[in-house]
C-alpha cells in the first residue's frame, strides 16, 4: 500500500494541535494546571478555554487513529514478515520514548505506543466487527472506570505529589537540571494512574478503531471524500463548540454529589463530543489538502516527519521554558503561550520543508529505520 498524502497533512495538522495542548504543560505543572491556569484574569482564561474547546483531546484522538492506519499499512504491506517487523519497530519505539520522558516531560505518548502497539498484535486477525466493538469498549472506558468509581469503589484515578505548587515553579524556574529532572520524575509517576485511565486507554482503543477502518479499503474510503461530507463535518464542528462552551452551564446543572450516577453518563457524552469533533476535523483537514496544494506540501512534509518534529517540539518548549533554558516557566500568560505554540509549529514546518528538500524522510524516521534493518 502506497503513501497516502491526505493521510500526512491530517497527521502534520495534528501536530499543530498537539503543541497547543502540550505548551501549556511544558509551561507549568499539570498536577496543579486548574489552580495555576485558572487564576489568570478573566481574559486570559478565555484564550485557555478556547484551546480546550477546539484542541484539547482531539489531536491525541486524530494522532491516535492514524497509529492505527499505520499499522494496517503496514500488516498489508508486509505480509507474513509483519510479526516480527512490528515487533522491532515498537521495540525502537519504546525505547525513543524513554528518551522522550527521561529527557522532556511527563506526557510523552511513544512509549505507551510503542507498548500498546506490541499488544494489539494478537487481535489484527479478528474480524473487523469485532475490532470495532474492542476499540470502542478502550475508548469509553473512561466513562467505565467512573461506573466502577461510583459503584464499586474504584479508587480515583490519579496519584499523590508531595511539592506544591510554588515548589514546581521555583525548581522549574530557578533549580539545577538535577532538580528539575527528580521533581519531573516525581510528576510523572504521579500521573500514571490518571494517564492510563483517561489516555492510554484510549489510544488503544483507537488503534483498534484506526486498524478496522484502514480494513474495509482505506485508500477508496479517502478518495470518496466529498462535499457532503464537508458539510456534515463543518455543521459537527459547530455543534460540538456550542456545546463546548456552554458545558459548564450544563454540567453544572447536574447534582453529583446527591447523584453521582450521572457522572459517567456526562463523561460518556464527552467522550461522544470529542469523538465527533475529532473525525469531522480529519475530513475537513482532507478538503483543504486538497484545495491548497503548496499548503497542503508544506503541512504533509511536517507530518511526513511527525517522530522528528514531536522531538522538536518538545526540545524547544524545553529550551524556552526550563531553568536550564530560557527559564520562562510559569511566567508568561495563556495569550503568550499559545503565541509561542504556534511559533513552534511554524518552526515545524520550515525544518519538515528544508530537510525533505534534501533527504527522503526526518532525521529520526531514518534512525528508526535503520536501527530496524540492523536488529
Request: proline letters at 3%; a positive charge; charged letters at 15%.
Amino acid at each position: 500500500m502506497g503513501r497516502i498524502h491526505e493521510l500526512d497533512f491530517v497527521r502534520g495538522f495534528a501536530l499543530c494541535g498537539i503543541i497547543l495542548v502540550n505548551i501549556f504543560v511544558f509551561h507549568a505543572p499539570y498536577a496543579y494546571y486548574g489552580e495555576f491556569y485558572f487564576s489568570f484574569p478573566p481574559d486570559q482564561i478565555h484564550y485557555l478555554e478556547w484551546m480546550n474547546f477546539t484542541s484539547a483531546g482531539k489531536f491525541m484522538f486524530i494522532y491516535s487513529f492514524l497509529f492505527g492506519i499505520g499499522i494496517a499499512m503496514q500488516f498489508s504491506k508486509k505480509g507474513a514478515q509483519f510479526p516480527v517487523y512490528h515487533s522491532k519497530r515498537m521495540a525502537v519505539l519504546m525505547l525513543f520514548g524513554a528518551i522522550h520522558i527521561l529527557g522532556f516531560w511527563l506526557g510523552d505518548i511513544l512509549f505507551s505506543y510503542g507498548l500498546l502497539g506490541l499488544l494489539i498484535l494478537p487481535f489484527l486477525k479478528l474480524k473487523r466487527g469485532v475490532l470495532v466493538a474492542i476499540g470502542l469498549l478502550f475508548l469509553y472506558f473512561r466513562p467505565l472506570y467512573a461506573v466502577g468509581m461510583v459503584y464499586f469503589d474504584f479508587p480515583a484515578a490519579h496519584g499523590t505529589i508531595q511539592t506544591d505548587l510554588d515548589g514546581f515553579l521555583e525548581v522549574f524556574q530557578n533549580g539545577s537540571y538535577g532538580e528539575v529532572f527528580r521533581l519531573r520524575m516525581a510528576e510523572f509517576e504521579w500521573f500514571i494512574p490518571e494517564n492510563l485511565v483517561m489516555y492510554v486507554s484510549k489510544s488503544f482503543g483507537l488503534f483498534f478503531l484506526g486498524f478496522a477502518f484502514a480494513k474495509r479499503g482505506l485508500r477508496s474510503a479517502v478518495a470518496n471524500i466529498g462535499l457532503k461530507h464537508y458539510v456534515v463535518a463543518s455543521i459537527v464542528i459547530a455543534g460540538c463548540l456550542v456545546f463546548l462552551y456552554n458545558r459548564s452551564d450544563f454540567f453544572g446543572s447536574f447534582d453529583l454529589d446527591a447523584e453521582p450516577g450521572w457522572r459517567p453518563i456526562l463523561i460518556s457524552l464527552n467522550v461522544t463530543v470529542e469523538t465527533l469533533q475529532a473525525v469531522a476535523y480529519m475530513i475537513l483537514a482532507v478538503g483543504v489538502y486538497r484545495l491548497t496544494p503548496l499548503f497542503g506540501k508544506l503541512i504533509g512534509d511536517t507530518g511526513r516527519m511527525a517522530l522528528t518534529n514531536y522531538f522538536i517540539q518538545s526540545i524547544l518548549s524545553v529550551g524556552i521554558f526550563y531553568s536550564y533554558g530560557l527559564g520562562f516557566y510559569g511566567k508568561l500568560q495563556p495569550s503568550t503561550t499559545i503565541l509561542i505554540a504556534f511559533g513552534i509549529y511554524a518552526f515545524n514546518i520550515l525544518f519538515s520543508a528544508l530537510w525533505l528538500s534534501r533527504h527522503e524522510q526526518g532525521p529520526l524516521e531514518y534512525v528508526w529505520r535503520k536501527v530496524i534493518r540492523k536488529e
